[in-house]
């Protein structure tokens, strides 16, 4: 077995919190988090966020290749789980079941909104995770607050320009879906400037653990392979 495919333990705990964070934030996405009577986010922007941290400590740690491996991962797991939810919403139901409405809301999702947030999630993480890698490379492994501060603010721009408008733009007032865009960006930058110590710990405690620290300096930028 190659050195790049070996994973340790600690490893694997991680890319199961980020899986499980990342299925969890397309379950509560359909839940408004109403800031104001005239600023609604999506209930998401609460977790969502900490898979961007996970994509930081992957690329920070142990490379571009792992963290485009658990990139996919999470792809996988969650058109997985948009297929089985589909499925059971589709199977018949007892007369007496009187919740499949409710069922088929919270659980359902539009080819469109399932189209959007595949298309977010996959532009936002791989463009975090590329833009960190090239960083660390240019500066040395020095400022990591700057990579993982500047590498958000590109990834989350693309997830929520790309969720939004393709899930949106059209059924809802324009204005609406620009304003929207603009605070959810805003709130997840936010979240992530907030949690930059932490973050920062947490690489800390990681690399001294796995004894890794991953520079990437002969990486084709590939999102398949390379």
């Known amino acids: 077995m190659k ?10 705990a991680i890319g199961i919190m980020y899986v499980t964070c990342l299925l969890l934030s397309n379950i509560i996405a359909g839940k408004m988090w109403g800031l104001t009577e005239n600023i609604a986010l999506p209930a998401a922007v609460i977790l969502f966020p900490i898979t961007y941290i996970f ?16 990139i996919w991962l999470g792809f996988g797991c969650s058109f997985f789980a948009v297929v089985i939810y589909l499925i059971t919403i589709a199977l018949p139901h007892p007369s007496y079941f009187a919740n499949q409405e409710a069922y088929a809301i919270v659980m359902g999702t539009t080819p ?63 204005s609406v879906v620009l304003r929207m865009i603009l605070f959810q960006y805003l709130f997840k930058v936010c979240y992530e400037i907030i949690f930059t110590p932490v973050t920062y710990l947490v690489v800390k405690w990681i690399k001294k653990k796995e004894n890794v620290d991953t520079f990437d300096y002969d990486v084709k930028y590939n999102v398949i392979k390379g």
């Open 55 to 70: 994509g930081d400590v992957f690329t920070e740690v142990y490379g571009f290749k792992k963290a485009r491996f658990l």
């Open 3 to 12: 050195e790049e495919q070996k994973v340790s333990k600690l490893f694997m």
């Open 112 to 174: 469109r909104v399932a189209i959007a947030s595949f298309a977010g999630y996959l532009f936002g993480e791989f463009s975090n995770s590329m833009i960190l890698s090239k960083l660390k490379v240019v500066t040395k492994g020095k400022n990591l607050w700057i990579r993982t501060i500047l590498s958000t603010i590109v990834g989350e721009g693309f997830d929520s320009v790309i969720f939004i408008t393709i899930s949106f733009w059209g059924v809802m007032d324009n």
